[in-house]
């Protein structure tokens, strides 16, 4: 693909619009993304951002949106703690217009889709919202917020990250993603959330080497990358996908409890989950982190992080190329010393916790 640039919408109309299988959930998120995309809600039209796959061994995908980082919401909370109490007082997504909430839904008892156009009646009354994201990077980039009035900080658990899971398996699209940043992995409001977005291209850290550790008594196999700029796992396999899910969210509150910050992302619809622990605010915070780094001002969630880096500068666009974003995302990553020792820390408390009955 060299440095073509493409449209982050590329195809994805014209595949709605002639008709192609998509997801009910899909769909419904399309129409309504769409539709607060025609009232100009977003802070800028992703349609017209540029974007271009790096040439290279990685294919990396830059996306240049000038001056992202001044519009979005602002981070309100320190970045050296992962585990902090929510603070009504700050923003969280309770304070968000009403235009911004997709639909809100609930567990039903059979396998009936409802969706609640009702916005304000329908926060108040079901757990769980999904809004647009008002600085979006990619086409129909949501927010999902569990148990949206519980005002939860983001802190994962095990039946939100099962929540999470479920969205990306009803979606029914490897390219719809869901992500979860933990504070001190970039993560900017301190309100339980994940992200997801529709980019139809594969993601470099999909399509990485990997190495298998080691596969667990529910059948849930560990598997960790090689020759990837980032250090970090991948998880699949078991008998189910509460199976998979169960294992991940362990490992979650495990690196939250021991103050170690991470990015997960839901990959093919669920059946995938990579976990990819950083260091960079940690840099930041000692004053380590190169300064041609700082220049660019590139957060290092989980999506750039998989592979797809958000630009505010057009020099930075113009002059990217897979060596720099490679040394950029080297220094977000673990040291090997502290990857290996972390590597050996999970394994360990992985086979020591009981299975649950």
């Known amino acids: 693909m060299g440095n073509r640039s493409f449209d982050l919408s590329c195809s994805l109309r014209k595949e709605e619009e002639n008709g192609t299988n998509l997801s009910p959930f899909v769909r419904k998120l399309f129409k309504e993304w769409d539709d607060r995309k025609a009232r100009g809600l977003f802070h800028h039209d992703i349609s017209s951002c540029e974007t271009k796959v790096l040439p290279g061994e990685h294919n990396f995908v830059a996306t240049l949106?000038?001056?992202r980082d001044q519009k979005k919401r602002p981070t309100q909370f320190g970045m050296n703690q992962v585990l902090q109490p929510f603070d009504s007082v700050k923003f969280n997504f309770t304070k968000v217009s009403p235009e911004e909430v997709i639909f809100t839904f609930k567990e039903s008892q059979?396998?009936?889709v409802k969706y609640f156009d009702n916005v304000p009646h329908a926060v108040a009354a079901s757990p769980t919202?999904?809004?647009?994201?008002?600085?979006?990077?990619?086409?129909?980039?949501v927010l999902l917020i569990p148990r949206i009035q519980d005002c939860l900080?983001?802190?994962?658990?095990?039946?939100?990250?099962?929540l999470a899971m479920y969205v990306a398996s009803e979606a029914k699209d490897p390219f719809f993603r869901v992500g979860y940043n933990s504070l001190g992995g970039f993560a900017t409001i301190n309100h339980l959330h994940f992200q997801a977005y529709y980019l139809k291209v594969q993601y470099p850290v999909e399509k990485a080497p990997t190495e298998k550790l080691t596969t667990l008594g529910n059948g849930v196999s560990i598997i960790q990358l090689v020759q990837y700029p980032v250090s970090g796992f991948v998880f699949e396999g078991g008998a189910c996908l509460e199976d998979l899910s169960d294992v991940v969210s362990k490992v979650c509150i495990f690196l939250q409890?021991?103050?170690?910050?991470?990015?997960?992302?839901i990959s093919e619809s669920g059946k995938?989950?990579?976990m990819l622990p950083q260091c960079y605010a940690e840099k930041q915070a000692l004053g380590r982190a190169s300064q041609e780094f700082l220049d660019m001002r590139i957060n290092p969630a989980v999506w750039e992080l998989s592979g797809h880096l958000v630009l505010k500068r057009r020099k930075d666009y113009d002059e990217a190329s897979e060596a720099t974003i490679c040394r950029f995302l080297d220094e977000a990553s673990l040291s090997e010393s502290e990857f290996q020792e972390l590597k050996s820390c999970i394994l360990e408390f992985l086979s020591s916790a009981a299975p649950e009955e």
């Not at 919202?129 to 980039?141: D, F, Q, W």
């Not at 994962?156 to 099962?162: A, T, Y």
């Not at 409890?257 to 992302?265: D, G, I, M, T, V």
């Open 257 to 265: 409890e021991n103050n170690k910050p991470f990015n997960a992302l």
């Open 272 to 274: 995938r989950v990579f």
């Open 129 to 141: 919202a999904i809004l647009i994201n008002v600085s979006p990077i990619g086409y129909c980039h």
């Open 110 to 112: 059979n396998d009936s």
């Open 153 to 162: 900080p983001q802190r994962v658990d095990k039946e939100s990250f099962l």
């Open 65 to 67: 949106i000038e001056g």
